[in-house]
């Protein structure tokens, strides 16, 4: 069975950094695509970064590069996301996913979610 565990999420302020980690089981990150997406309140769900495959190339939605980095740690089996200079704009559940799909687009074709986690940014 597939688990998807996002955690790190908080109330923060403006400027500050968070890392948030997802936890996988029952699945290897490095044999996936794994995906960050961001949902904010009355707004669509919207993809921000991915990592793919055991060669690791990321990608990045414009609105975030510069302050948001993708990695993953294989021994532990888990993706992080990195972000930087949080703005409020960046309040939003942020879900972890998995793709084993090699023929989708980055924002597409995820089977597996996470529960997601919070995150708000203070002004």
């Known amino acids: 069975q597939v688990q998807l565990v996002e955690s790190g999420g908080g109330l923060v302020q403006a400027g500050d950094s968070l890392r948030l980690s997802c936890a996988a089981s029952?699945?290897?990150?490095?044999?996936?695509?794994m995906g960050w997406f961001r949902q904010a309140p009355g707004k669509e769900r919207e993809f921000v970064a991915g990592i793919r495959w055991s060669i690791g190339d990321t990608y990045y939605t414009d609105s975030v590069k510069g302050r948001f980095t993708i990695s993953r740690d294989n021994a532990k089996n888990t993706v992080d996301l990195q972000i930087n200079s949080l703005k409020p704009e960046d309040t939003a559940v942020y879900y972890c996913?998995?793709?084993?799909?090699?023929?989708?687009?980055?924002?597409?074709?995820?089977?597996?979610w996470g529960q997601g986690t919070q995150v708000t940014v203070s002004s």
């Open positions: 029952g699945l290897t990150v490095s044999s996936y695509r």
């Open positions: 996913a998995a793709s084993r799909s090699r023929y989708s687009s980055w924002n597409t074709g995820y089977e597996y």
